[in-house]
């Protein structure tokens, strides 16, 4: 079955550091991958897919099929990317998500 | 335009009461998903709307959990007889494309139920 895992609960860098959210997925077949983000007080939003290979608010995330990995970076972390983070896939039909457990991040000024 | 409205936003029941819960999509939306998220965990699906017909309920956790969505637009999530376990709170999202594809799902703020 699909599924990502998210080993970090919790990251707190500051700000100006580099930051790497960690994510790997087990999937059969071509995955679609995507990192979505849930600010303090606000709903759950798409930050980026990985079919985009696009830059949003300065994090990129690369898909490595050898390692299996889906990692979100940013080169400068900023205090307002502190937010819940949820690396995601989908399943084999119908476009439902799966969500892996999510990981805090923390800039600290 | 709106986003996705869900509501109540907060529901409290004792064990053994039902309850119901609301989304209202997007305007137009075609498919319209419900997950349930504990506390420190990611969404998990729940169920799966394509318009009018429920394509995929293989993540209602039991047969007391039953979901709806007549005429293609709101949805309702009823839950029968809760138990403390059903504590979590409930996502609803909308996308605008059909079973097969991946298209954004635009989240709802979510109803947070506590089972007491």
């Known amino acids: 079955a699909q599924r990502v895992t998210q080993p970090e609960k919790l990251l707190s860098v500051f700000k100006g550091a580099p930051v790497e959210l960690k994510c790997n997925y087990s999937?059969?077949?071509?995955?679609?991958l995507f990192w979505y983000v849930q600010y303090s007080r606000q709903r759950l939003q798409l930050l980026l897919r990985?079919?985009s290979r696009e830059s949003i608010k300065g994090f990129t995330a690369d898909l490595n099929k050898g390692e299996t990995s889906f990692h979100l970076k940013k080169p400068f972390a900023q205090e307002e990317d502190s937010a819940m983070y949820y690396c995601?896939?989908?399943?084999?039909?119908?476009?439902?998500?799966?969500f892996g457990q999510g990981t805090e991040l923390s800039v600290k000024p | 335009g709106a986003g996705v409205s869900q509501s109540p936003r907060y529901k409290v029941a004792k064990r053994g009461q039902d309850v119901a819960l609301r989304c209202d999509p997007i305007?137009?939306?075609?498919?319209l998903f419900w997950y349930q998220q504990a506390l420190g965990q990611g969404p998990e699906f729940l169920t799966y709307?394509?318009?009018?017909?429920?394509?995929?309920k293989s993540g209602l956790p039991s047969d007391r959990f039953f979901a709806e969505r007549p005429e293609g637009s709101v949805s309702t999530l009823k839950i029968q007889r809760t138990q403390q376990e059903d504590s979590a709170v409930y996502l609803c999202?909308?996308?605008?494309?059909?079973?097969?594809?991946?298209?954004?799902?635009?989240f709802g703020p979510g109803t947070r139920l506590t089972v007491t």
């Open positions: 999202a909308s996308s605008s494309r059909g079973q097969g594809r991946s298209y954004e799902q635009y």
């Open positions: 999937y059969s077949g071509s995955p679609e």
């Open positions: 990985h079919i």
């Open positions: 995601v896939t989908t399943g084999n039909q119908g476009g439902k998500l799966i």
């Open positions: 305007s137009g939306h075609v498919s």
């Open positions: 709307f394509q318009n009018e017909a429920q394509l995929d």
